[in-house]
């Protein structure tokens, strides 16, 4: 008997908020182009450090990358994408409350868009669940 050994894909744990105003309009911003999906929108977020928990990962990122501080936020969506050469698992929060005004602290581009307007940008293949819960949400 042969016993096959695979080697699973490695699994990136990502927090991710979708920041939401009084408005209901939407924060996205650019991914540098040397990135993983490099030149597509996203809502910001990163990788979990190690022994780090969602909501902290949450926090910490949305300080480096925006400058805001998270006040409330609330589960959206859990998503699951393999990409072949990595799988992502996004964890993704509504931020509905926050202290700062974001802008774009690691030089990126950054947008309030309305939910009608989502559909003008082009996210990484992983976001098309995330955006239909917006959508469903928000419609
Ligand atoms: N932040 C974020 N990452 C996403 C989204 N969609 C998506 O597929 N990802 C993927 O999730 C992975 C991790 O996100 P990231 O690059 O923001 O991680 P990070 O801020 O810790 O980056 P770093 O490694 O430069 O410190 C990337 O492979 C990225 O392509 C999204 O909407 N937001
Ligand atoms: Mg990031």
Redesign the pocket.
Known sequence: MTVKIINPLPK?H?A?GVIIDRDNRILISKRHNH???GGRW??????LDDEEDVQGALAR?LLEELSIEVRASAPLIVVE?DYGEKV?L?DVWWVHDFAGEPHGAEGQEVRWVSVEELGDYQ??D??TPIVEAVRKALS
């Open positions: 990136v990502v991710v990135l993983h999906m996203e809502f910001p977020g990163g990788k990122e994408h992502v996004l996210f990484p992983a976001n």
